[in-house]
């Protein structure tokens, strides 16, 4: 239940005797806990229990505020630097011509770099779907303008009028971007 709110400080510590380290990491020893509790106080500082499992328990002597404040940073900082793996979709028709076919395979390209997975949809009409090759002529086609950086998650399938197939970023293709951004 600890592990929820985080270590136990001060007087939520019932566990004695307790191995003791001060805020310069400098071992003190093992002490009871009333002895380990106004050490901490003479200094101005709290007792933290910072291995719990270990017999003794381990508690440490620091400004516990100041502790959690750097501890929100650094999980800020971690967060900020994942990356969500989001899906975006580029449609197609089966009559496309070659420049609006280019403009889209340009923008898989770019989703793939930034590290997206690409959804590619072939949207038929009416008698279209008696020509279901040219639909997969179309997603073969653009796998093989980005085979180099995405590798095939779905291959295509045919769901009502649209035939999807789904595209992953390869490693290779996300270390690419951050070289660009370094220079």
């Known amino acids: 239940?600890?592990?929820?709110?985080?270590?136990?400080?001060?007087?939520?510590?019932?566990?004695s005797p307790v191995r003791i380290i001060d805020e310069e990491g400098e071992?003190?020893?093992?002490?009871?806990?009333?002895?380990?509790?106004?050490?901490?106080e003479e200094r101005g500082l709290d007792l933290v229990e910072v291995a719990p499992n270990a017999r003794p328990p381990v508690c440490k002597i620091m400004d516990?505020?100041?502790?959690?404040?750097?501890?929100s940073k650094k999980d800020k900082l971690a967060k900020k630097k994942q990356h969500q793996v989001t899906v975006k979709e580029m449609k197609f028709r089966p009559k496309i011509?070659?420049?609006?076919?280019?403009?889209?395979?340009?923008?898989v390209r770019e989703f793939l770099e930034?590290?997206?997975?690409?959804?590619?949809?072939?949207?038929?009409?009416g008698r279209e779907m008696m020509y279901k090759e040219f639909g997969e002529a179309i997603l073969d086609r653009v796998w093989k303008d980005v085979e180099d950086i995405s590798e095939v998650e779905q291959?295509?399938?045919?769901d009502?009028?649209?035939?999807?197939?789904v595209l992953t970023p390869t490693r290779?293709?996300?270390?690419?971007?951050?070289?660009e951004n370094s220079e």
């Not at 071992?27 to 901490?40: F, H, N, T, V």
């Not at 516990?64 to 501890?71: L, T, V």
């Open 1 to 15: 239940m600890a592990k929820d709110r985080g270590p136990r400080v001060n007087y939520q510590i019932k566990i």
């Open 27 to 40: 071992q003190l020893g093992i002490m009871e806990i009333d002895e380990a509790r106004s050490a901490a």
């Open 64 to 71: 516990y505020g100041r502790y959690k404040y750097e501890q």
């Open 97 to 107: 011509d070659d420049h609006d076919y280019e403009y889209k395979v340009e923008h």
């Open 114 to 125: 930034k590290g997206d997975k690409v959804k590619l949809t072939v949207m038929f009409r």
């Open 155 to 158: 291959v295509p399938k045919t």
């Open 160 to 165: 009502g009028r649209n035939m999807t197939m």
């Open 172 to 179: 290779d293709a996300q270390k690419s971007p951050s070289k």
